[in-house]
């Protein structure tokens, strides 16, 4: 891109900043978790058609990118490097902003089942913690679908979960399923739903009666902290 070009594309994004509903919109998704176009719209003190409005034009400068789940389509900045220009505008303007708190009952949020995968803090974690043993790697069928690495797949198999079995299932193999309190990603998928079937048998969680809560035993602590390093 020449000067002329980078110039322009420079001042379309800082343009579309600078409306101040469209600013209240990106400065919500700072803190990482998506939201809604509806949830948008109440941040920015705007109706839901001038939202819609809005979120079109942050899109079509790249920044906020857009998730469809079921019935819901859920938004977040585009990138690190997004979250970056905020952070970075915000310490020249000051001022703090609301922190997202999520509405879910606490032992839902905690740990519950999602369909047949693990989801809530817990499944967030997992997420999070087998991205950064690199044993997820992303761009599989989907935009949001992930494969395992090849140390990934051993860790699995470790558990005990045939992964070339798992694979070869009638269904999506693994994905970034938008957690609904958390508003970040968990692993949903065949994997998920193996996992788990992993996490119930050997009882590191217990799934409660009457509802999709989950409770973490004492074993299932010990072992999340030996195989994935994560305290729970």
Same mark, same amino acid.
């Given at each position: ?68 789940? @079921? ?72 935009a949001n679908g992930y494969d395992l690495t090849p140390h990934g797949a051993k860790a699995f198999d470790a558990l005990g979960i045939d992964v070339v079995a798992t694979r070869a299932l009638r269904r999506r193999f693994a994905y970034a399923c938008l957690d ?39 074993? @299932? +602590? +010990? ?10």
């Amino acid at each position: 891109m020449n000067a002329a070009g980078a110039d322009a594309a420079a001042s379309s994004i800082a343009a579309a900043i600078g409306e101040p509903a469209r600013a209240r919109m990106l400065y919500s998704l700072v803190d990482g978790h998506a939201r809604t176009s509806t949830e948008l719209a109440v941040a920015a003190d705007v109706s839901p058609s001038t939202a819609s409005v809005h979120l079109n034009r942050l899109k079509a400068v790249r920044l906020v990118t857009v998730l469809a789940q @079921g019935k819901h389509r859920y938004y977040s900045l585009a990138g690190a490097n997004v979250a970056a220009a905020l952070e970075a505008l915000s310490v020249l303007a000051g001022g703090s902003r609301d922190t997202f708190v999520p509405g879910t009952p606490g032992r839902l949020r905690a740990a519950r089942t999602c369909y047949d995968h693990i989801a809530g803090t817990l499944g967030v974690s997992l997420h999070d913690r087998f991205t950064a043993l690199g044993w997820l790697s992303a761009g599989a069928v989907g935009a949001n679908g992930y494969d395992l690495t090849p140390h990934g797949a051993k860790a699995f198999d470790a558990l005990g979960i045939d992964v070339v079995a798992t694979r070869a299932l009638r269904r999506r193999f693994a994905y970034a399923c938008l957690d609904w309190s958390e508003r970040r990603p968990h692993v949903g998928g065949a994997i998920g739903a193996a996992l788990l079937h992993v996490a119930l048998k050997r009882r590191w969680v217990i799934q409660d009666l009457d509802s999709r809560a989950l409770s973490v035993t004492k074993v @299932g +602590r +010990r072992e999340m902290l030996a195989r994935f390093g994560l305290p729970v």
